[in-house]
């Protein structure tokens, strides 16, 4: 199967390099996809040298799957191309996540909804992905009412410029600011840009995106979402009230049978979910998991994820697994 990674050389597209070798995909050939200044640049799959080109010449070698990770801008002008070609994208990026006749996929939520004939295909925002993989069994079970999330999130997910202001400050090195303040030792209620309505457009995403994954436009959500000086993995608290009354224990169950959470809930011990657990791995972390006391039918947990691989990268190529298992590409 001839794959583009488009946005290849940048901080998910290189990652989304490193799933794609590590969950054995059948890659038969790459075809790495970067900006004009990063043409010709060489980058290195499964021991193999390959050459990145543009993104015109890789819709010309017509691959059968494109996964996107270059911006909504780049997505709103070559992810149609490549669907014209004959080929399957999958985008990560912003641009197509709230069209109507574009799916929204976590693949442990929803993937049956997808089809022969989905060309594009999007990739749901990082901090939406854990979220919806934490609530799906519990909606199943009692059906999600509201939600109230604050995130906390890593300086990975505004990318390498942010990272590197992040490192530069605890040198104490002065260099490219990719925030308005200070990172280091600090803490931004201020994650992409301010809407009319007072909420960012990264809280609005979480509104929108969960509802239309989870395939239910009564599911109220409410979010505030934090940057805070943490290299890789995202944090949420969340506070999810439902219709019906649970049981605590039948709640940690249907948890722990979810596919793809791993709990990690044992106060006593002091084990709980950190960013520093989820580095490097694929699962969504749950713990912290305690009856909200004020208030009945309501649950408080802390969710943790890697936004680089399950938050981007990793759920991108789940979908695209899911295709393949279904010889939809």
Not at 137 to 143: D, E, S, T
């Amino acid at each position: 199967m001839r794959v583009a990674v488009v946005g290849a050389t940048g901080l998910v597209g290189s990652e989304m390099l490193k799933v794609l070798a590590e969950r054995n995909f059948p890659v038969s050939e790459l075809i790495p996809v970067a900006s004009e200044k990063s043409v010709g640049k060489k980058i290195t799959f499964k021991s193999k040298e390959y050459t990145v080109v543009s993104a015109e010449e890789a819709v010309a070698l017509r691959p059968q799957l494109a996964i996107f990770s270059a911006g909504a801008g780049t997505s709103k002008t070559w992810a149609p191309k490549f669907a014209e070609a004959g080929t399957t994208v999958v985008d990560n990026s912003s641009a197509w996540r709230m069209e109507p006749h574009i799916k929204l996929v976590v693949p442990e939520v929803n993937a049956h909804v997808l089809t022969a004939d989905d060309k594009i295909i999007a990739n749901p925002n990082c901090s939406t992905i854990q979220m919806v993989v934490a609530l799906v069994g519990l909606h199943k079970a009692y059906k999600v009412k509201r939600v109230v999330v604050s995130t906390y999130q890593s300086v990975t997910g505004t990318g390498k410029k942010a990272v590197d202001q992040l490192m530069n400050e605890r040198q104490g090195i002065s260099g490219p600011m990719a925030y308005p303040y200070k990172i280091d030792m600090n803490a931004l209620p201020h994650i992409d840009v301010f809407l009319d309505n007072g909420y960012t457009k990264e809280e609005m995403k979480m509104v929108n995106e969960t509802k239309k994954i989870m395939g239910d436009e009564s599911i109220k959500v409410t979010a505030t979402t934090v940057r805070i000086p943490v290299i890789g993995g995202h944090s949420e608290s969340i506070n999810v009230e439902f219709e019906k009354e649970f049981e605590l224990s039948y709640v940690r169950k249907i948890l722990e049978d979810t596919p793809g959470v791993i709990v990690m809930d044992d106060p006593k011990n002091n084990i709980y979910p950190m960013p520093i657990n989820s580095h490097n791995r694929d699962e969504v972390f749950v713990g912290r998991i305690r009856r909200d006391e004020t208030q009945p039918k309501t649950l408080n947990m802390w969710v943790v994820a890697d936004n680089l691989r399950k938050g981007a990268a990793t759920n991108a190529i789940q979908i695209a697994e899911y295709l393949v298992s279904k010889k939809f590409i």
